[in-house]
């Protein structure tokens, strides 16, 4: 009978149960099939070293070193290996492969076997995600703890200015500001979505919260199709196509920008982005942020947006007369 350990735990290989009077880390043992299937889940259609390298890159972000990720990316596709067998999946040197598997098994992510030579396994996919999640929300609410503690280098007194307008660059930097502007609203969230990456489950929650306290949400689509998602996505707030003429695109022959979104919240807190270019370019969102109801950029913006609002509405009175 082989016995497996996990930093220093013994593990009942007949029932996977920690010899301890714990509850079970999990209940049944997956077998390569079910390892291969969570892992293709959670990355995608598998394309094989492709893959391979995409598994490699997200491990490292969330803190793994190369040789680490590789041996334990090498480890997922087999019920268990040896040293060699693992340098030969991941071209980890095999003096390398103990290092790592020394460090993926003080993390909780691999077993050994201590027979010779040592056999290795690594713990099942979600288990090993769950584990990596967590240190990964450690590590950034510890960066948030000593950051804020830090003394600083400013000879003055830091005063807030209103006047100012800072830029941010991609996707998920821009997100992240829209995000919080959302959050912090009181009164009012003006949004224009130009582009359907802009609506996430995430916003869609987010612009729920805002409505649940009594936070008035208005959404304006470029164009009908993106009302439409809109209107399957968000189940709050009114929607509708921007009758922003600005919005939908420029007078000028030479300006292929397309503004990706806009969010003016509490009449005070901007930002609006944009894509320009061709793929791939387009695909890069800049954005602007200005905040202060006396701020120039917050201000022209809030001018337009009310004075296209309100003709809108006189014509449609018109019409309607």
């Not at 769950?130 to 703890?145: F, G, I, N, P």
């Amino acid at each position: 009978m082989s016995t497996w350990f996990r930093c220093g735990v013994t593990l009942d290989p007949t029932a996977n149960r920690l010899y301890t009077s714990d509850p079970p880390l999990y209940s049944d043992r997956l077998n390569t099939m079910d390892v291969y299937s969570v892992f293709a889940a959670r990355l995608g259609p598998m394309s094989g070293n492709s893959n391979k390298t995409r598994a490699v890159g997200l491990l490292q972000e969330l803190g793994l070193k190369e040789y680490e990720a590789k041996s334990f990316v090498a480890l997922t596709r087999r019920e268990s290996g040896t040293a060699r067998e693992i340098s030969d999946t991941s071209d980890v040197p095999r003096t390398r492969v103990y290092d790592a598997i020394g460090v993926l098994e003080s993390k909780g992510l691999v077993e050994t076997q201590h027979s010779n030579p040592q056999v290795f396994r690594a713990v099942p996919i979600e288990e090993a995600v769950e584990t990596l999640k967590r240190e990964y929300v450690d590590r950034t609410a510890s960066l948030r703890s000593v950051l804020s503690r830090l003394d600083s280098t400013d000879d003055t007194e830091s005063t807030t200015s209103t006047h100012e307008v800072w830029a941010l660059s991609g996707r998920r930097a821009i997100t992240s500001r829209t995000q919080r502007l959302i959050e912090g609203s009181t009164d009012e969230v003006f949004l224009i979505v130009g582009h359907e990456t802009v609506i996430t489950d995430r916003l869609a929650r987010q612009l729920q919260s805002a409505h649940d306290r009594g936070v008035d949400v208005v959404i304006n689509a470029v164009d009908e199709t993106l009302e439409a998602q809109i209107r399957r996505d968000i189940t709050c707030g009114r929607v509708s196509v921007s009758p922003l003429d600005w919005v939908n695109g420029s007078p000028l022959a030479d300006d292929g920008t397309q503004i990706s979104r806009l969010l003016l919240a509490d009449r005070e807190s901007l930002i609006v982005s944009s894509v320009a270019g061709r793929p791939p370019e387009r695909d890069h969102e800049r954005g602007v942020v200005g905040r202060g109801f006396d701020n120039g950029v917050v201000a022209i913006v809030r001018r337009l947006v009310a004075s296209g609002l309100v003709s809108a509405d006189a014509a449609s009175s018109s019409r309607d007369e």
